[in-house]
C-alpha cells in the first residue's frame, strides 16, 4: 500500500518542523506522496501562498510527489469562496478548509461554504449535517477522516454515512510533528 497524506503542517503555521525536513522525514517514513497545507486565516493568506509557490517551484528535486497547498482556517464563511478562488487563481494545487471540529472550533457554516466554494478537503469536518455530505458528491470535495487526536472523534460518524451514501472521503493525518506521520 502506498502511503500518501494531503494533510501536513510545518512550522509556517502551526507545526514542529521545516517543509523540506518534513518532506525528508515523510519520504523516509516511505511516503509516496505528501501535501504540506499549512494554516492561513485572511491576514496570512497571501504570505503563505507566497511560501507555497516557491516549494512548488522545487516539487520535482524531491524524491516523493509534493503538493503544496493551504488550509483555510477561521476565514469568514462568507469569504471562504472568494479565498479558494484566489488561492487557485495564484496557482496553489490543493485547497483545504478547517472543519467545523469541536476541537479548534471555527465558525458555524463554515462546511457547507467549504463545499459550496469547491475546496478540495474538508478537513475534520466534526458537525457536518446529513444534507453537507449529500453536497460533497456534487461538488466533488472530499471528506477527510483523520488521524489527530480530538478531530478524529467524528470518524465514526462519518463513515457510518460512508456506507450509505458513498461520498468522497480520504484519510490524512493533520501531522504537526514527524511523530503524527502515518505509516501502512
Not at 519520504?27 to 512548488?56: N, P, S, W
Not at 463545499?115 to 449529500?134: F, M, V
Amino acid at each position: 500500500m502506498d502511503v500518501i497524506d494531503f494533510h501536513t503542517h510545518t512550522f509556517l503555521s502551526d507545526g514542529d518542523l521545516g517543509p523540506e525536513e518534513l518532506i525528508q522525514r515523510a519520504t523516509v517514513k516511505g511516503y509516496k506522496a505528501i501535501g504540506i497545507t499549512d494554516h492561513c486565516d485572511e491576514t496570512t493568506l497571501d504570505c503563505l501562498i507566497e511560501k507555497m509557490l516557491i516549494l512548488k517551484k522545487r516539487v520535482n528535486t524531491f524524491n516523493i510527489k509534493v503538493i503544496p497547498g493551504i488550509e483555510l482556517t477561521h476565514i469568514l464563511p462568507s469569504k471562504i469562496k472568494k479565498f479558494v478562488k484566489r488561492a487557485r487563481e495564484k496557482g496553489i494545487p490543493l485547497v483545504i478548509v478547517h472543519g467545523e471540529t469541536p476541537v479548534e472550533p471555527v465558525r458555524e457554516g463554515t462546511n457547507k461554504e467549504a463545499i459550496i466554494a469547491g475546496a478540495d478537503i474538508l478537513a475534520h469536518p466534526g458537525h457536518i449535517t446529513l444534507e453537507e455530505i449529500k453536497m460533497t458528491i456534487d461538488n466533488n470535495v472530499y471528506l477527510e477522516i483523520t488521524a489527530r487526536k480530538g478531530h478524529s472523534l467524528f470518524n465514526g460518524y462519518l463513515y457510518k454515512y460512508f456506507q450509505k451514501y458513498n461520498f468522497p472521503v480520504i484519510c490524512s493525518s493533520d501531522a504537526h510533528s514527524a511523530d503524527d506521520l502515518l505509516t501502512e
